[in-house]
Structure formats: structure tokens, C-alpha cells
């Protein structure tokens, strides 16, 4: 079965960085567009940014310049690099792939900016 695995989260300064990385298993990595998505508490589910298999990437506005994904085939990984965090990227960070029109997450990772 499709399992998305997150990690790298944590508590930041502003201004600071993060690397989120999500491990794929149960598909054809290499195959699939991946996303991350963030959620903040009494906010929906955004898109943050997606790479396709050809490694085409999109970016939330609010994230364009700052974060940049990425991905390994390899090794079945998709990163999220953050930099010059803000107060207002914190959330919680979900990986995920869509597969014959089924959307699959992970877990999530918590993502804390704090002074």
C-alpha cells in the first residue's frame, strides 16, 4: 500500500530554515507528482508546493523564493527546503500524491516559528 512517511520539523526562529523530507513507498516514485500542503490550526489545507515527475515545480505565493521542493528518485524522497522563515509558516507540513484520482498523506510534521 501507498505509505508517506514526513520528518524534519521542528521549532524555529524566524528567519531561520528547515528541510522536511517525505519518504515514499508502495508506488512508482518516479511516476508521480508530490506535493506538500500545510495546514494552520483553524485554517484549510494549502498547497504549498509540488514537483512533478519531469520535476516541474509550483509555489504558493506566499512561499515563492523562500522554500524550494525537490526530489530524489532514488531513494524515493521529495524535501521541502524553507528558508527565511516567518511567524506564518507555522503549521502542520503533509506530504502527498494522487493516484487514479486518490489523494494519499502523511502524517504530518509540526512546523513551529517562534521568537
Known amino acids: 500500500q501507498v505509505q508517506l512517511v514526513e520528518s524534519g520539523g521542528g521549532l524555529v526562529q524566524p528567519g531561520e530554515s528547515l528541510r522536511l523530507s517525505c519518504a515514499a513507498s508502495?508506488?512508482?516514485?518516479?511516476?508521480?507528482?508530490m506535493g506538500w500542503y500545510r495546514q494552520a490550526p483553524g485554517k484549510q489545507r494549502e498547497l504549498v508546493a509540488a514537483i512533478t515527475g519531469g520535476r516541474s515545480t509550483n509555489y504558493a505565493d506566499s512561499v515563492k523564493g523562500r522554500f524550494t521542493i525537490s526530489r530524489d528518485n532514488a531513494k524515493n524522497t521529495v524535501y521541502l527546503q524553507m528558508n527565511r522563515l516567518l511567524p506564518e509558516d507555522t503549521a502542520v507540513y503533509y506530504c502527498n500524491t494522487g493516484i487514479l484520482g486518490v489523494d494519499y498523506w502523511g502524517q504530518g510534521t509540526q512546523v513551529t516559528v517562534s521568537s
Open positions: 508502495g508506488i512508482i516514485f518516479r511516476f508521480y507528482t
